[in-house]
């Protein structure tokens, strides 16, 4: 009997992360992670006012690496590593926790001078085992960096991993895909079943899957080895495709920390609590501990 190959379908739960709508697909109530991806948020489309902007004070992480990936405007990354960069479209911010790192996520001056736009999409990846306790580590990867394709309708690039000969150079210690695809009308894509954990998440336009279509800002996540196709149905398409191999054992997820070892998300706490994590050079605001009794109980993926 065929089976279809939509296995989960979400629909992200929307929050304002001051002036900007955020749409949060993972972790949800029926799906945790997709391969080592734990965290998917959406940020925008909007447009900040003169003025105003995006203030996300210096915060800790722990067993995860940050991927920041805009589509429009621009934000600035400081950690406590002393780097300082500003992300533009097409660029990738890649940040590796590991043991522990602290970092703000601001509106630079220039877009500050007046309205400007904000687009894109951050995501958490939970790091083996093997790489939860590493030194912490930033890699900025510009635009013209990553690799292209361009055949029949389907034009993409490769933001993590390898797809049809081509390799990100974008480093992460386990097998995993992040596609940045865009399928004029009527064209048709083959994702093939090499990654046992797969996803697809439609930020413009409608998506055909096995004769099914779904709306835009849908997470898809399919059934493992079996071939998807994928048409854009009415207009064209913008379509991440994402996955890798499963989590090497579970993990939890509290606040800003991810862990294998429950303990150590405690740990964690109560070093923000007393101020052991590193400064952010510059910064002398922080986001305090949340309260654990009000809505940050600790997720298991």
Not at 261 to 287: C, H, M, N, S
């Amino acid at each position: 009997m065929h089976q279809h190959p939509i296995s989960d379908h979400i629909i992200p739960r929307t929050s304002d992360l001051g002036q900007m709508q955020v749409k949060r697909a993972l972790p949800s109530v029926g799906k945790r992670a997709v391969g080592p991806f734990v965290f998917w948020d959406q940020m925008g489309p909007g447009e900040l006012l003169t003025d105003q902007g995006i203030d996300v004070r210096p915060h800790p992480h722990i067993g995860l690496a940050t991927l920041t990936y805009l589509f429009e405007g621009q934000i600035e990354h400081r950690d406590s590593l002393g780097i300082r960069q500003l992300i533009t479209p097409g660029a990738i911010n890649l940040m590796t926790a590991g043991s522990g790192i602290v970092h703000s996520e601001r509106s630079d001056a220039a877009s500050r001078a007046s309205v400007s736009p904000l687009f894109g999409l951050q995501s958490w990846l939970a790091l083996p085992q093997s790489h939860e306790e590493c030194s912490p580590d930033f890699l900025h990867v510009p635009e013209a960096a990553l690799p292209l394709f361009d055949e029949n309708g389907m034009q993409g690039r490769v933001v993590l991993g390898r797809f049809q000969g081509l390799s990100a150079p974008t480093p992460f210690p386990m097998d995993a895909l992040y596609l940045d695809v865009t399928l004029d009308a009527g064209a048709v894509m083959e994702f093939p079943p090499a990654w046992e954990e797969r996803a697809l998440y439609a930020l413009r336009g409608e998506i055909e899957v096995d004769g099914v279509t779904y709306p835009k800002e849908t997470l898809l996540v399919l059934h493992p080895q079996q071939p998807v196709r994928l048409k854009a149905v009415a207009g064209p398409v913008h379509v991440i495709l994402f996955g890798g191999e499963p989590l090497d054992g579970p993990r939890y997820l509290w606040w800003n920390f991810v862990a294998s070892d429950r303990e150590r998300l405690e740990v964690a706490k109560i070093d923000w609590l007393e101020g052991r994590f590193p400064i952010v050079p510059g910064e002398t605001e922080f986001i305090p501990l949340p309260d654990a009794s009000v809505d940050r109980q600790t997720t298991d993926i």
